[in-house]
């Protein structure tokens, strides 16, 4: 199994927890799972992000 995170797929799975989520049918204690998921995969993709942006302003200092 590869752990390289990928933002792409962090999306896509932000996505299906959000469609989840607004299912009625989902059950508290699950709905607090996939909130829980959901929470790690966005600070992960801000860490991502301010990552990327770093590189960018090294490379436009060059």
């Known amino acids: 199994m590869d752990n ?3 933002i792409e797929d962090a999306f896509e799975r932000l996505k ?3 469609e989840k989520l607004e ?3 989902v ?3 699950d709905s ?3 909130y829980s998921e ?3 995969l966005v600070s992960d993709c ?3 992000l301010e990552s990327v942006e770093k590189e960018i302003k090294i490379l436009n200092e060059v």
């Open 32 to 34: 607090l799972q996939l």
């Open 16 to 18: 299906e927890i959000n």
């Open 38 to 40: 959901g929470v790690k």
């Open 23 to 25: 299912d009625p049918s």
């Open 27 to 29: 059950k508290l204690q």
């Open 4 to 6: 390289k995170f990928s």
């Open 46 to 48: 801000k860490k991502e």
